[in-house]
């Protein structure tokens, strides 16, 4: 288990297990011969993605960033991703439980996100941390309702309850969530997504989510297939390099397989990099 001090905060990263994803989708128009060197495929031209949730505690809240697959897909999509479903438990070896989270913040609502959010309870889906106050933007969770090109890749089951109930805050922009959490819009990879900056005594992290999946996505224009903007992704990845690594801000990555985090920097030919994790 990942665990690091950030100022005045602990940061915690939380895996829900790994699942299998098509290497074309995860890496787009880049040619596999490129990709393959860096993140190797099955037979199948599967490879292995991260499922990495994080969990930040401050002097009186604790905070949870993104909640996974969860335990709730169809017989079908357990086919095809499985379903490793270990984010409880390794909440659970930190000494939290779902009761002890304060917040929740989902980056968006795609199912690999945000699958935690809720648990079926004598078949109907409840709030997994029922204290726990729920974030995202509004412009996702009405993106999620319509018929569009990433539909397959909602559940209304993770969200509508919550929404429903107003245990789910739907936010509109930029926004400080807790004192030193704040939100911050990044389009690309859906029109709305968010990532969350974490600021305490002086150094700042940055849960970037899809807009850089995995530390293997750093080049500018090694973009996901699942990308519904690739353009605004190129720009969104511009627009925080040019802060977070003069800033030395902690990149946290949602999809990586081994590397939940690291710090970057430009080498000498000015390509982006990991500096130490």
Avoid at 120 to 130: E, I, N, R, S
Wanted: proline residues 5%; aromatic residues 10%; negative net charge.
């Amino acid at each position: 288990m990942h665990r690091i001090t950030l100022g005045d905060f602990e940061l915690t990263a939380l895996s829900d297990g790994l699942y299998q994803l098509d290497g074309g989708g995860f890496f787009g128009v880049v040619p596999k011969t490129l990709w393959s060197k860096k993140l190797a495929a099955d037979e199948n031209n599967c490879v292995p993605v991260g499922l990495n949730s994080v969990l930040v505690r401050t002097d009186d809240r604790n905070i949870l960033i993104e909640t996974g697959i969860g335990n709730k897909l169809s017989e079908k999509m357990v086919q095809i991703y499985g379903q490793p479903a270990k984010l409880l438990d390794n909440l659970s070896a930190t000494g939290v439980s779902p009761g002890d989270i304060d917040v929740v913040i989902n980056t968006h609502l795609h199912f690999d996100h945000c699958g935690w959010n809720t648990v079926l309870h004598v078949g109907k889906p409840v709030a997994t941390f029922p204290k726990a106050k729920y974030y995202v933007q509004d412009g996702e969770w009405r993106h999620a309702h319509e018929n569009q090109r990433d539909a397959i890749s909602y559940m209304t089951n993770n969200y509508d309850p919550l929404v429903e109930s107003g245990q789910m805050q739907l936010l509109h922009g930029d926004q400080e969530i807790a004192p030193g959490i704040l939100v911050k819009v990044f389009p690309g990879h859906t029109r709305d997504m968010q990532a969350v900056i974490i600021q305490s005594a002086g150094e700042t992290a940055c849960y970037i989510s899809d807009l850089i999946p995995t530390s293997v996505h750093l080049e500018l224009n090694w973009v996901m297939a699942f990308d519904l903007y690739p353009l605004e992704t190129i720009e969104s990845r511009q627009r925080y390099y040019s802060r977070a690594i003069p800033e030395n801000w902690l990149t946290m990555f949602t999809h990586d397989p081994e590397m939940p985090w690291a710090y970057l920097e430009k080498d000498e030919r000015g390509k982006i990099v990991v500096t130490r994790a």
